[in-house]
């Protein structure tokens, strides 16, 4: 197969992890899937690997181990679309998803408190996706 890069969505019917909450589970279920591709050698270290989306931020603490250095990029609205919503992340992120779309929220105009959280929540997704 002839591709420059191979992406996968943050949601999918593949994705079956059973947890009460369907964040955590699509979440959970593409790291599970990934990991069993690896495992099972149907991932091409050679080709790239990107992440399209972010169910929640705590998923991408699983891909900072070097079985995962095939995974080159992610794109993820979710920093944005809660900051507009004025929810900071934690830690580890958070265990909701605001289910809203960022080319709904293209016109708005941020407030100081808006444009602070989208700051402290694309800070916070560096520190989980990198460590520290």
């Known amino acids: ?14 994705y079956q992890f059973n947890h009460s909450n369907p964040d955590v589970s699509r979440a959970m279920g593409r790291v599970q899937v990934i990991t069993d591709m690896l495992r099972n050698d149907i991932i091409d270290y050679r080709t790239t690997h990107h992440l399209l989306g972010c169910s929640l931020p705590i998923e991408f603490m699983y891909y900072r181990y070097e079985e995962y250095s095939c995974i080159t ?6 920093p944005i679309i809660h900051g507009l919503h004025r929810v900071m992340f934690e830690n580890t992120g958070l265990l909701d998803k605001c ?3 960022l080319a709904d929220l293209i016109e708005t105009h941020l407030s100081d408190l808006q444009m602070s959280c989208i700051l402290h929540n694309v800070s916070k997704f560096r520190e989980i996706v990198n460590g520290g």
């Open 1 to 14: 197969m002839n591709v420059d890069r191979i992406a996968f969505p943050f949601r999918s019917p593949t």
């Open 73 to 78: 990029s992610v794109d993820t609205s979710s």
């Open 99 to 101: 289910d809203v779309k």
